[in-house]
């Protein structure tokens, strides 16, 4: 074990002290504890000699310039908003453990062939505003103007939330990186799976990140007197909501995709009214995108049928889409060799079944990622749990994987591949 994965884990405690509540850990996109990160993570960079700003969509960002100023930049990172009730570590762990590999070759005094940047997003999982990866899309320079519209839980919206931040909107556009400034990305993540613990590994490599798509779901039927409406006569929303959400569940394991029902809401919400309206969410996703996509059109399919079984109507809107991920060759074989270089002569190969921030990167750079092992697989749970010897190894695997691709860009300064 070492010193600095010690700190690595007492960032993470002491943000997750930050955000906690009585509700428990929570920091989402543009809010006081969003800020109070922000602000707490640029002091770790100071007190490293970094140089570090929040960019126009609040991403947390510092750089540890390489051998001559303005040099192309490794970019080591992943993001620092949490879904409701979290674990302390999803997302947050990989920024630590970057911020510490570029703490350790700002001591080296041995500058590097490139500039290394960590990046903390400030919203990948989409909690407030229902759509996912706002930070690293405004990164990239994807940015919808439709998203503005976007309203929270209390109507609050996006653009609104930039302004009481103390962000502007009208500023989105510098937030986005060039990709010759680019040679790559490096993301650092929890498993959020039980694969690397059944096989009493560390570390794993990632090969590639499952596309996802989000819907929402309006089912429109009619409310009436719980005593005094016979079945027969009834539209309920709620029941047809039912009987919709197990057909995803059915059709989705038919169709070797998984697709989950995280969110449902019945209107006017009264013990003694049937329901009128019921809104559900949809998020489905594959290792391959025409499979996804497939079983998707399968499932409207269905639904649209128990829509008119149950005379209600049906509505279905997009919020989120993002085609499969894969890792570049090239950073998947150069993680491998930092793995072995930290004594894992065999690195194992994986997955992820999680979206991730360098789905939206890849849309700029060449990405990889490296996962670490989390205990039980659980994830998205106060739960969540590391163990200080993982991320000991994971600190220095990206360590060393920072070296192999130095070594590589001194040979072939071009790039990453």
């Known amino acids: 074990m070492s010193q600095d994965a010690a700190t690595v884990l007492q960032r993470c405690d002491q943000l ?14 543009l809010s006081d504890q969003h800020h109070a990160c922000n602000q707490q993570v640029a002091a770790w960079a100071q007190q490293a000699g970094l140089s570090h700003w929040e960019d126009a969509a609040g991403n947390f960002c510092a750089r540890l310039e390489g051998a001559t100023p303005r040099l192309p930049a490794l970019v080591l990172g992943s993001h620092l908003d949490t879904v409701p009730n979290a674990g ?3 997302g947050v762990l990989g920024v630590m453990i970057a911020l510490c590999v570029a703490e350790r070759f700002k001591q ?21 505003f229902g759509t996912a990866l706002f930070g690293s899309f405004a990164f990239v320079g994807h940015w919808e103007p439709q998203w503005w519209a976007l309203e929270d839980s209390d109507g609050v919206s996006l653009r609104q939330a930039f302004s009481t931040y103390g962000l502007n909107p009208d500023a989105i556009h510098t937030a986005a990186r060039n990709a010759s400034d680019v040679l790559g990305y490096l ?32 089912v429109s039927g009619q409310a009436g007197h719980a005593g ?60 391959r995108d025409a499979q996804r996509d497939e079983v998707w059109s399968q499932i409207v399919t269905r639904l649209e049928q128990i829509a008119a079984e149950r005379g209600v109507t049906l509505s279905i809107d997009e919020t989120h889409s993002a085609a499969t991920q894969a890792c570049s060759t090239g950073l998947q074989q150069a993680i491998a060799e930092g793995i072995r270089r930290g004594g894992d002569t065999q690195p194992r190969f994986l997955f992820s079944g999680a979206g991730h921030d360098a789905m939206a990167i890849g849309k700029l750079t060449e990405v990889g990622m490296m996962f670490v092992r989390c205990e039980k697989g659980i994830s998205h749970h106060p739960a969540e749990a590391v163990t200080e010897d993982d991320v000991s190894a994971a600190i220095d695997a990206l360590e060393h994987t920072v070296l192999v691709l130095a070594e590589q860009h001194a040979a072939q300064p071009e790039g990453i591949r």
């Not at 997750?16 to 996109?29: D, F, K, N, Q, W």
């Not at 080296?108 to 407030?128: H, K, Y």
């Not at 613990?197 to 499952?210: H, K, M, S």
């Open 88 to 90: 302390r570590y999803d």
């Open 16 to 29: 997750a002290t930050l955000s906690s509540s009585a509700t428990g850990i929570e920091r989402v996109y």
């Open 187 to 218: 993301e650092v993540h929890i498993e959020q799976g039980p694969v690397l613990e059944a096989e009493q590994r560390a570390l794993g490599v990632v090969t590639a990140i499952a596309g996802a798509r989000r819907f929402q779901l309006s």
């Open 108 to 128: 080296r005094q041995q500058p590097l062939p490139f500039a290394l940047e960590v990046v903390g997003f400030g919203d990948e999982e989409g909690t407030r």
């Open 228 to 287: 005094t409406t016979p079945y027969e006569l009834r539209h309920d929303a709620l029941c047809a909501a039912s009987q919709m959400v197990l057909a995803v569940e059915a059709l989705a394991q038919q169709g070797q995709c998984v697709a989950t029902v995280g969110q449902l809401s019945v209107r006017p919400g009264a013990v003694n009214v049937i329901p009128g309206e019921a809104i559900f969410s949809i998020d489905i996703r594959s290792e």
